[in-house]
Nanobody, 125 residues
């Protein structure tokens, strides 16, 4: 079992930055691939970014590529999402997710087994 708790959301002006954190419980965090997803009002949840268990590989949605960076610190059981050059269309609830996997970059929500409760990000124009 893995429990995930996101933090770092808030209100920011367009062009600003935020860093989201996702703290995971459990001693086997380093065995899990991690991902970030988001859901805007009235829309389906969508993939944002994913990172392998080692942090050696990452993959991003086209909509955030070049602006967002996913990273992890296995010693702290934490995964991060650095969000720069934020746009109003980035407004959403952001969720982190985990799946025990030592290969690949899971890019769909169906591949993940554990989810956090979400943190709200609001970008004003």
């Amino acid at each position: 079992q893995v429990q995930l708790v996101e933090s770092g959301g808030g209100l920011v002006q367009a062009g600003g930055s935020l860093r989201l954190s996702c703290a995971a419980s459990g001693r086997t965090f380093s065995s899990y691939a991690m991902g970030w997803f988001r859901q805007a009002p009235g829309k389906e949840r969508e993939f944002v970014a994913t990172i392998t268990w080692s942090g050696g590989s990452t993959y991003y949605a086209d909509s955030v590529k070049g602006r967002f960076t996913i990273s992890r610190d296995n010693a702290k059981n934490t995964v991060y999402l650095q969000m720069n050059s934020l746009k109003p269309e980035d407004t959403a609830v952001y969720y982190c997710a985990a799946v025990r996997r030592d290969w690949g970059l899971p890019g769909t929500e169906y591949e993940y087994d554990y989810w956090g409760q979400g943190t709200q990000v609001t970008v004003s124009s």
